[in-house]
């Protein structure tokens, strides 16, 4: 008997990856749909591929501009910013069309580029057409989070899809959110578009994965190397048009005595970096039990109230990351055969693996595993190391001096239990240290050997500290 899977955005990440995978399952039948234009998944289009491309541009800048070895400071030519990154992505989009279209030459796939709902818990409506499904998977990815705030409906705003393909930017601007997104892309309008950046930040520091000393020092490079103004442990209550069209943000900040402080910050433009929330808004979801509210997508991907609808990718905001959206997908798929079968389906269950491309790349911040204050939270015993940057000579010679990095391993048997580095080339050894901690490595058994002069230095070193602390 055929199984049939219908499949909601098949151009992402997450859900390419659940058609390849049930492609060649047998006695399955494929309906993707996917009504993107030109299509391509939000990563490729929209997210992680162009941010890079419009960050490496400021990046060179940075990097000229900070080395006493070079004169003059070349400016960013945002056209060829634009262009560039246009060229690539296209390119990347097409390669990822055209495999999700060879998937449909397959006699048991069929592609529909066409917007898809639920008409009811098991039927879904692609164009004109309505198709009865066994399974339906949801990856439609997510889209640009828009905050309640008094005013806003009525003030002209800037989105990070915005900021990827402007060419012109005002003078100055004033930001909403210093996640992941605003730590990207806030250097980025410093460096390439020469503004002045006012940042509003809730907490005493951004990075709130990290262990304290990332923060502050993330918050010590944006104000120093990059000019950008960060105003701590304040929240937005209103914002409202200026009289020479600009941007007024009303925020109440703490003043260290229990109590709160009022201000004004006035601004050209206000941006909003405020993250990514699930796109599940025209799905049609009315129409069937699923509700998406917080835990409505269980660590099965499965929907919580119908455990033949599996939601995946961004689009059940669990962790919206690149890497997370095509495991999950694969998992997805390989669940649907399990319940398909009567067999148990399987909760994703991933090392935490993540990296922020701050200080436009030049001082990217990653994690990989636990950080010190989640191990200590769990009262286990632990031996914790830290490393700055500048006790590394190369890091000198390449004028990239600042930053530090930190190893967390088990106090009883020595196991990789997490690092944390925020440094030029944290985002390149993220891969070594996820093997070290999936691995489950005993430190005293990494070899110890540099390859001088090399950036990795600072790995052996937070190894050969932490093996010493174990001894």
Known sequence: MTTRVVVIGAYGSAGVAVAQRLADEPDVDLVLADDGDPGGGLCILRGCMPSKEVLSAAEHRFQVRHDDRTEGTPEVDLDAVVETKEEHVQNFAKHRRAAVHGLAERENVEFIRETARFVDDRTVAVGDREIEADYVVVATGSTVN???????????????????????????????????????????????????????????????????????????????????????????????????????????????????????????????????????????????????????????????????????????????????????????????????????????RNVHHHVVFSGVGVYPFARVGVSESAVAAENREYVAVEREARNDGVFKTKAVPEGLAKLVVDADDGTVLGYQGLHYHADVMAKTMQMAVEMELDVREIPDRAYHPTTPEILDGLIRDAAEQLE
């Open 146 to 348: 828009v905050p309640d705030l008094e005013g806003l409906e009525d003030v002209d705003y800037t989105t990070s899809a915005d900021v990827l393909d402007a060419t012109e930017f005002p003078d100055s601007g004033v930001v909403m959110g210093f996640g992941y997104v605003g730590l990207e892309l806030v250097p980025y309008l410093t460096e390439a578009a020469g503004m002045d950046i006012t940042v509003i930040e809730h907490d005493d520091y951004p990075l709130d994965e990290a262990d304290d000393p990332f923060g502050e020092t993330l918050l010590d490079l944006y104000r120093e190397e990059f000019g950008v103004e960060v105003v701590t442990n304040a929240s937005e209550q209103s914002v409202e048009s200026t009289d020479d069209g600009g941007v007024r943000l009303h925020v109440e900040r703490e003043d260290g005595d229990d109590g709160t402080e009022a201000s004004a910050i006035e601004a050209d433009e206000l941006f909003l970096f405020t993250g990514r929330r699930p796109a599940v808004d025209t799905l049609g979801l009315e129409n069937t039990p699923l509700e998406p509210e917080s835990g409505w997508v269980a660590d099965t991907m499965q929907a919580s109230s119908d455990d033949r609808v599996f939601v995946v990718g961004d689009a059940n905001g669990h962790e919206p990351i690149l890497h997370v959206a095509k495991e999950q997908g694969f998992l997805a798929a390989d669940n649907i055969v399990a319940h398909r079968d009567g067999g148990e389906v399987e909760p994703y």
